[in-house]
């Protein structure tokens, strides 16, 4: 149980700290920079800043849920997606170097929030953990197509970097939906949307 406990929370320093693994190429990495203003520059990175965190959530999130889920394809399911969303991690992080910005000073507070959301929904059964599953990649999907609209047009180095994680995060609730995730109610989406939206704007500043 203590080697557990120490390789989950090492998990959670090299989330928060440490540089992201990537497997494939950081998409859009070959395009020329782009002419931006100062004030496109800042907006961009803020965006980008906003995705970042949301790929720390999503760490937590699946760390939280493959803790408690029962059933070993869950877990698996889980760990795949994981590992998809850590090199989103490193995409997103590398953009907002290029781009001038910064991470999140909060990151480690959606980290511990994101976690104990995951534990709890591991908790409540493998049947609920894919469905929240589920609908946390729907609303991310929703978010990243908010984004691409509003990034300057010619940040297509940006671009690039959402529309894959877009695709990927249709694919995580596509397995999800494959392994059995229980629609949630229609009070627990409301709940969902609204703390995203608290993390979303905060972190476009912080």
């Keep these: 149980m203590l080697d557990h406990l120490i390789i989950e929370f090492d998990k959670a320093l090299r989330t928060l700290w440490a540089s992201a693994p990537t497997l494939r190429p950081m998409p859009g990495e070959d395009l020329p920079e782009a002419d ?7 907006h961009a990175a803020a ?14 999130l699946y760390q939280g849920q493959a803790l408690t889920s029962r059933d070993p394809s ?14 989103h991690l490193n995409w997103t992080e590398r953009r907002i170097g290029e781009l001038g910005g910064r991470k999140s000073l909060l990151n480690p507070v959606w980290y511990a929030s994101s976690l104990g959301v995951g534990v709890l929904a591991g908790l409540l059964g ?8 589920a ?9 990243l197509n908010d984004h ?17 994680m877009k695709v990927d995060e249709i694919k995580h609730a596509e397995t999800a939906i494959r392994c059995g995730a229980r629609e949630l109610p ?14 979303t704007s905060t972190a476009y500043y912080v």
């Design 126 to 133: 493998d049947d609920w953990n894919l469905g929240f599953l």
């Design 148 to 164: 691409l609209a509003r990034l300057p047009a010619q940040d297509r180095r940006s671009w690039e970097i959402l529309e894959q």
């Design 74 to 87: 869950t877990r698996r399911a889980m760990g795949q997606a994981a590992r998809e969303e850590t090199e």
């Design 36 to 42: 931006l203003t100062e004030a496109e520059r800042r």
């Design 135 to 143: 609908e946390t990649e729907r609303q991310v999907e929703a978010h």
């Design 186 to 199: 229609g009070p627990v989406k409301l709940a969902m949307k609204l703390s995203s939206k608290a993390m």
């Design 47 to 60: 965006l980008m800043r906003i995705n970042h965190c949301g790929e720390i959530c999503a760490q937590a």
